[in-house]
């Protein structure tokens, strides 16, 4: 029995013939932040797509092991995949807003699950916008176009984007990395507020954000899990001396 | 060995999560597999009219083979035939060129029919010309056997009495149109491309290219029309030749209408050509002509010679322009200047005044399947050159 | 020396051999307008657009025509539109790329594409009027021959098999300019498949679905072959009402005028400016599906 949101057991991921998790069992606790850090192509990526099943739309993906969420499987063959990710949002590396007007990305969510009123929306919708912190720069032009905004603003517009559809669980695949500093510190203020409500799994190639935002730091290596511990310890003390030697950059 | 994490949580007291406890509203429970009409019909639906095209392309090709068939088929026992008069004298050399004028596409006329192939002068043909009609309404079936001995004949007579499909004059015919039209238009289609790939600045390029491509927007009837109003009167005066509509002019109408497919298929192979090819040959101090000759133009061939294809492609199969410019004779001769009947306008001439059934209308389908099979193949040779020896060449093989 | 200067001298011959070639395609270009439009220009008027020819075809104007082509290539769209978008959404969206299905799909349309035009008459005439019709009369009617032959629908349907190429291409030329992290962004949201394809996929594509249907317009509206003897005519006293009516086109009237008019001095005039008319609605179709397109081309390069 698992007490974590997010507890995996012996998980495996192949591409076709290639092997690019191997065995990864990691719990992650409800209402922290936790970070994938590890050099490019490590899998860390792979391993959060596996979550909200994302890798489901490659072909040849082959997933072995548990995944569990809330104690349920979730590559159960019973489990309904489009409810699961409105369970478990993501956000992507690049922004990419819908070409329609601010208002129309964030209630789009609402929409698909089915909520007509208007008057519910757009309180859905200001609901989102501040919780991502960007409430007061475009309330007064949601009907504009989100392709208008600036880098930083169209991936705030994306994360209450999927804020909208009310997860648990928000998963980020390196949010910040094709941001300017401001919008990338703005990003990260928002992810230390957001744990309140939300379990956030990030994925970061930038170890001094690990550092700043996580509680949770988890090291992937060519497929593997090498250390999974508090921040804390991973940057001062860890106990692999792979961690170690990534984190002080002798290598990735 | 546990992560020292893990085992402090153990550790602790472990409170039980009540789901309540949960600060978003609303159990999301993913257990239950929804199944989602509008998502299985629309797949289903959009499946299925995707499947329609393939078999669209099998039912034509099984229609129009089908109704060519019977040409094939044991012959019945023949009715006999009424005159056996042949009209033998009547066809042959053609000794009145401007009869072949008259006739440009469909046929009306049972009596202008017997003009077209420049013969009888005298009304008893006329005669002839009726009762050979209604017989071959009503042998139709019967004279199968003879009408597929005819099929290679020199002959093309399919309502006289004793109708003969030779298609081999119409073959003809329609080689030499292609022919010329195919010499007209692949150099000036290709040295065109090769001008606006290789040597024209952006800016002349943005004029010439669509302009170019602009061509490919006229309807063949345009074409057409242009080509049997103008272009014949004015090739005739300055080629001096006696009928004036004829396969040279068909064959430059036809070139015109190939030009666009030609330029298009031949700039793009030329640009598909790596930048890095240009660069290393200016690098080394070729010029610019020397590059465009000399290295581009080679790496580009099997995309030229798969445009060239196309273009012939088109023209095999062209009927509007050929109906309207080439004189509709069926002749057999080398001379460019002579009257000829393509195998699509046969088609397009005949078809409508034949009779359902009738060996004739078996013909017909029969050149049809013809002129299928034909651009059939001249596409996936097109294709195997583009996409097996073009790629290759560049990636380097 | 001498040698660079000789070759600079070939230099200049070619190019200017090759600069000749595309000026003398756009004399043609050029020509061919300008001829027409001199001798066509003077008969286009309102009248000449809107009544109905007299005299034998040497007076009068090309009003039935006109209707016949709009009514054949929106009855050809209604058909085609459809279709197409679904092969190309199937084409984009639910295939696997290298699938045999996929595949096979190309293949057969890039044969469509380049099947002569003739050839569409002769399957239209021996599916669907001698088959389809043929067998609509006696399911329907007893024998009696009423669908049986060639009317409008037939032309219509026939026409729009030879445009479906030009639709499954333009539309999913449009589909890929959506980029694929839109569709990941929709999912991500937990939208199915099929709402990612109509919220999102579909809107961003609605530029590239015209493009088509207008491309498909002015190839059907230029056109003659296929309709030869599926359904056209050359004169008919009134206007088409039903679906098994004939009707008239403007292509084929320039054909049947300018070969078998009985008076060319008298109706050569009407010859051009008909032919003009068809020239001006082609071009101006064409020119707005290549406006359309480049502005397609430059949203995805955005």
């Known amino acids: 029995m698992s007490f974590e949101k997010i507890h995996t057991e012996n998980m495996t991921l192949h591409y076709g013939s290639k092997m690019a998790l191997n065995n990864i069992s990691i719990s992650i606790p409800e209402k922290k932040v936790t970070a994938f850090i590890g050099p490019s192509g490590c899998g860390k990526s792979t391993f959060l797509r596996s979550l909200n099943r994302m890798n489901d739309l490659i072909d040849g993906v082959k997933i072995e092991g548990k995944i569990l969420i809330d104690d349920i499987n979730i590559y159960d063959k019973n489990i309904d995949v489009v409810t699961l990710r409105k369970k478990v949002g993501m956000v992507f590396q690049k922004s990419n807003p819908f070409a329609k007007s601010i208002y129309e990305n964030v209630a789009y969510g609402p929409r698909i699950n089915g909520v007509k009123d208007k008057k519910q929306l757009d309180e859905i919708v200001e609901t989102a916008l501040q919780n991502a912190a960007i409430w007061g720069e475009v309330k007064d032009r949601l009907g504009d176009s989100a392709m208008g905004l600036s880098g930083g603003q169209q991936q705030r517009l994306c994360i209450a984007r999927t804020l909208a559809v009310n997860p648990e669980i928000v998963l980020m695949d390196e949010p910040a990395s094709a941001l300017d500093p401001l919008s990338t510190s703005k990003i990260e203020e928002l992810i230390v507020q957001l744990k309140e409500k939300y379990t956030i799994v990030i994925v970061t190639h930038n170890m001094q954000q690990a550092a700043r935002i996580s509680d949770l730091t988890a090291f992937f290596y060519l497929g593997e899990l090498i250390e999974f511990d508090k921040t804390k310890k991973i940057f001062t003390n860890p106990d692999k001396k792979q961690t170690e030697d990534y984190i002080t950059g002798r290598f990735g | 060995m546990l992560p020292e994490y893990y085992f402090s949580i153990m550790t602790k007291k472990i409170k039980k999560r009540k789901k309540s406890d949960t600060s978003n509203s609303g159990l999301i429970d993913i257990t239950k597999k929804k199944f989602r009409w509008s998502d299985y019909l629309a797949e289903k639906i959009i499946k299925g009219v995707a499947f329609l095209s393939i078999t669209i392309i099998i039912l034509i090709f099984f229609f129009v083979f089908r109704e060519s068939m019977p040409i094939f088929s044991s012959a019945k026992p023949a009715e006999t035939t009424v005159a056996s008069q042949e009209v033998q004298e009547t066809y042959g050399e053609v000794t009145d060129q401007s009869d072949k004028q008259e006739t440009y596409g469909e046929v009306t006329d049972q009596t202008d029919v017997q003009e077209t192939y420049g013969d009888v002068v005298d009304t008893t043909a006329a005669n002839v010309a009726a009762e050979s009609y209604t017989v071959s309404a009503g042998s139709g079936h019967d004279d199968n056997q003879s009408a597929l001995k005819t099929l290679m004949s020199k002959e093309w007579y399919p309502v006289s009495e004793k109708p003969r499909f030779g298609l081999f004059s119409l073959i003809i015919g329609t080689f030499k149109i292609t022919l010329i039209s195919i010499l007209f238009a692949a150099p000036l289609a290709i040295l065109a491309a090769i001008y606006s790939a290789s040597f024209a600045g952006k800016r002349t390029k943005e004029i010439i290219k669509p302009t170019i491509e602009m061509l490919a927007g006229f309807p063949s009837v345009v074409i057409g029309f242009f080509a049997l109003m103008v272009l014949a009167t004015f090739l005739q005066e300055v080629f001096h030749y006696e009928t004036r509509l004829n396969s040279f002019v068909g064959g430059i109408a036809m070139g015109i209408a190939a030009i666009p497919i030609i330029f298009t298929i031949t700039e793009d192979a030329l640009t598909a050509v790596p930048k890095t090819f240009n660069e290393a040959s200016l690098a080394l101090g070729a010029s610019k002509w020397q590059t465009a000759f000399f290295v581009i133009l080679p790496a580009a061939t099997p995309g030229i010679f798969a445009a060239v294809l196309l273009g012939i492609g088109r023209v095999f199969g062209e009927t509007m322009i050929a109906l309207m410019a080439t004189g509709n004779a069926a002749q057999m001769g080398m001379n460019p200047f002579e009257s000829v009947r393509t195998l699509a306008a046969t088609i397009g001439a005949e078809m409508a005044e034949v009779v359902f059934g009738d060996t004739h209308y078996n013909v017909l389908f029969l050149i049809g399947s013809v002129l299928f099979i034909f651009t059939f193949v001249i596409n996936a040779i097109a294709e195997f050159y583009v996409k097996g020896k073009l790629m290759k060449r560049i990636q380097g093989k | ?302």
């Open chain 3, 1 to 302: 020396m001498i040698k660079s200067f000789k070759n600079n001298i070939k230099g200049i011959l070619i190019e200017g051999l090759t600069l000749s070639s595309a000026l003398l395609i756009i004399a043609i270009v050029v020509v061919m307008f300008t001829v027409i439009f001199i001798g066509g220009k003077d008969q286009i008027s309102w009248e000449f657009l809107t009544s109905f020819p007299e005299d034998g075809m040497t007076k009068g104007g090309i009003f039935p025509a006109i209707y016949g082509t709009a009514l054949l290539v929106i009855l050809m769209s209604v058909a085609a539109v459809p279709f197409g978008t679904i092969t190309a959404i199937y084409l984009t969206e639910y295939a696997r790329e290298e699938s045999i299905i996929a595949k096979s799909i190309r293949f057969a349309v890039r044969t469509l594409a380049v099947i002569p035009s003739i050839i569409y008459g002769l399957f239209g005439l021996g599916f669907f009027i001698k088959f389809v019709g043929t067998s609509m009369d006696n399911a329907f009617l007893g024998g009696q021959l009423k669908w049986g032959q060639p009317n409008i629908l037939w032309a219509s349907l026939t026409m729009s098999l030879l445009t479906l190429p030009v639709v499954i291409v333009s539309v999913e030329e449009a589909l890929k300019t959506v980029p694929r992290d839109l569709r990941a962004a929709s999912l991500a949201l937990g939208a199915t498949k099929w709402q990612t394809i109509w919220k999102v996929v579909i809107p961003g594509s609605i530029s590239g679905i015209l493009t088509g249907t207008i491309l498909a317009v002015s190839r059907a509206a230029g056109e003659v072959a296929p309709i030869l003897f599926t359904g056209v005519a050359y004169y008919l006293a009134t206007l088409p009402g039903s679906l098994s009516d004939q009707f008239m086109v403007l292509g084929y009237h320039i054909y049947v005028m300018s070969t078998q008019s009985a008076n060319v001095d008298q109706t050569m005039p009407i010859q051009f400016g008909t032919t003009l008319v068809l020239l001006m609605l082609t071009f101006i179709l064409n020119f707005s599906a290549i406006i359309l397109r480049y502005r397609i081309r430059k949203k995805k390069t955005n």
